[in-house]
Each structure stands twice: as C-alpha cells, then as structure tokens.
C-alpha cells in the first residue's frame, strides 16, 4: 500500500475502537456518532482485506489479525506526535531572522528590538538589507516593508502611514531646497524636474541631510531630525497609502516567538 493513501483517519478510529472495546466509547473520545466509527472500521476492513473486531456475549474481541497490527500503529501514531512536535519546536526559538530597509531600522526598529531584547536576554537577531528578500530563500521570520498593505501575507502596520516634505536649513537658505530628490515610493510631483534620482529610501534621506534638495519621506524616517532641527518640513504632514508594515506568511506569523515579537512592535 503507497504511503499516500494509507486511511489514516480510519486507523485512528480503528486505535480509540480497540482501546475501548466499545464503538461507543470509542465515538464520545472523537467526537463522532458510534455510526460513524463502524462506518470507519468497515471501511479499514474492507481496505486490509481482513476481520478487526468480532461480537460475543461479553461485547467485542479483537480478532488475532487486529493484534498483530495494534502495537506497530500505536508506535507509529507516537512518531507522529514526536514528527509534529520536532517541527513546532521552532515556535520556541529565541532565533530571529529579520529583513528591514536600512534606513527604518536605524530611525524605529533598532530601540524597539533593543527594549524587547532587555525582556528577552535569550533572543538573538540576523537582520537581512533586502525587505524584498524571498521567505523561504532567506530563511526569513518577519520582514519590514514600506507598501500599501500585506497582500496575500499576514501582516501589521507598525506606523500610520503619513509622508512630508522636507530639507536641510542649510539647503533652505542657498536655494537648493528648491530642487527635488526623487525615488522609487515617493517620485517628484508631476511636472517638476528632480535634480537628483535615487533608489530608495536611505539614499533619499541622506541626500536631504546633506543640504542636495527636497525630497517626500515617509514620517517615520524623519521624525527625529524634525525634532532635532537637521530637518525642516517645507509643507504639512499628510496621510498616504504606504506604511511600513511587519508582514510573514501565516506559518510564520502563527509562531509563538513572531506573536510575541508583534506584540512587542505594536504596544
């Protein structure tokens, strides 16, 4: 018999069945009708070609085949219980493998895994530049992108998603305020010639803080040289479709280790 048609589910049946010597019983443990647990056992029977229970006065026998198997599946289902618990085991890992654009890292993630890290001596982190990194190539827990929504992922915002223009003082009063750094999320408004192009964020915000021109950034990026005067907002915040999210695939995001780190994240 191949592998991938042994009848599992009636095999389990077939295991409750025989440690019960009672259909009945056997159906309250799962959660069946005792119809439907002599459906399964008919259907095994009729499977391996053989006769597993018999009726007598005192109730039911196993038959000498249904003994000579009953041993073998039992330590089976056990290996099964070790196989699921072995690849669970990851849930508990203090491991993390994250990828995050540089420049969110440095401006928001940094303290925020430093403060879960005082909580959590054992964690240890491998931070991956590329947030477009593959899941599985990279071997990646989480990552931090700056898009509209999770898509097919699960996901979290960690941030509203607000952007604004900004420039150095210093290019504010040469004038070269007036000229616009572009990239990739956030471009130069329709119309308006950039004097310098960039890939993305990180380059952007540097360019700004060295006095090149005016460029569009998501808040978060720049809140701290707002405040500290190497920025200067040259127009109101704003709300915008693009945030930064914590997104995963669901077997990742349903670890225990991720919820407690989205836990942390989000507080």
Known sequence: MKRTHLPLNALRVFDAAARHLSFTRAADELA???AAVGQQIR???DVLGVVLFRRTSKGLE?????VSGLDPLREGFLRF???VQAMQSGQS???YTIAVPREFYSQWLATRLASFRQNNPEVRYQLIADEDADFTEANLDVAIRLVEGPGELEG???APGRRVTVAAPGAIASGAADGWISWPAFPAPEGTDALLQVGNAGQALSSALAGLGRTIMPFPLVAEALENGRLIKLAEEEDCRRAYWLIAPRPQWRQKKV???VEHLTQ
């Not at 196993?62 to 249904?66: I, N, R, V």
């Open 259 to 261: 919820k407690a780190l």
């Open 43 to 45: 259907a095994l029977e």
């Open 62 to 66: 196993l038959t000498d085949e249904a």
């Open 156 to 158: 979290v915002q960690l």
């Open 32 to 34: 069946v009708t005792p």
């Open 81 to 83: 219980e070790e196989s």
């Open 93 to 95: 890992s203090s491991n």
